[in-house]
């Protein structure tokens, strides 16, 4: 089956830096990827969605210029928290969906963020 | 905008015996995909089973099945046989089918924690 993975699988960080997260998409090409974020015991929020070569759209109340999203390839997308803060710590999870006529997404392992 | 609704947050069953999730959705649409979604304690989201809503039959994967009722706009889950491995956070969600070239995003119910009681 498809795979998607994401890097890292947990990431430690000082508020006030920035975090990229990695998403790709392993064993084929996924013109479109989700950016999910998830509270514990908390269902999975959509951010924002991202389409290759475009920029990404982004769902209302999520702040463009903090989460920074770039699809810069078929295979890859990422997501930039700049200037982190405690507030941000939350599970993070991407999904990608193979092209026109999918009718599966496929969701990365997810990525841990902790904000000191 | 379309809403997905599970009402029970948390629910047991005994192993090998039979559960059934329960899911409502609010939409103005008439052609829409609804999925079962299964998260273990890894946080890997998992599909379970997909449902097309122009086709009457209900979708069955194994031991889970659907009962899809369109017009109740109600997707349960039934999960026959119970198994340790099945105890996860359940998620129902829709997803339009409107835009054939544009893939639509997924909308998400709360979820409900099964526990699977050996």
């Known amino acids: 089956g498809a795979v998607v993975s994401q890097h890292p699988s947990r990431v430690i960080c000082k508020s006030g830096t920035s975090v990229k997260i990695e998403c790709r998409s392993l064993d084929f090409q996924a013109t479109t990827m989700f950016w999910y974020r998830q509270f514990p015991k908390q269902s999975l929020m959509l951010m924002a969605t991202?389409?290759?070569?475009?920029?990404?759209?982004?769902e209302q109340g999520v702040e463009k210029d903090k989460f920074l999203i770039n699809h810069a390839s078929l295979t890859l997308s990422t997501l930039t928290v700049t200037s982190a803060h405690p507030e941000d710590s939350s599970f993070y999870i991407c999904?990608?969906?193979?092209?026109?006529?999918?009718?599966?997404?496929?969701f990365g392992p997810g990525t841990r963020l902790t904000v000191l | 905008a379309q809403t997905v609704t599970q009402s029970q947050p948390e629910m047991s069953v005994q192993e090998a015996e039979t559960v059934t999730l329960s899911c409502t959705y609010d939409?103005?649409?008439?052609?829409?995909?609804l999925f079962w979604y299964k998260q273990p304690p890894s946080r890997q989201m998992i599909l379970v089973i997909r449902q097309e809503a122009y086709k009457q039959q209900n979708a069955t994967e194994n031991r889970f099945s659907v009962n899809f009722q369109k017009a109740a706009k109600s997707f349960s889950l039934k999960i026959s046989d119970s198994q340790l491995g099945d105890a996860a956070m359940y998620f129902c969600a829709y997803r339009s089918a409107l835009f054939s070239s544009w893939w639509a995003k997924l909308v998400f119910g709360k979820g409900m924690k099964l526990t699977v009681n050996p």
């Open positions: 991202s389409n290759e070569g475009s920029k990404a759209t982004y």
């Open positions: 939409t103005s649409e008439s052609d829409y995909y």
């Open positions: 999904s990608a969906v193979p092209g026109q006529g999918a009718d599966e997404q496929f």
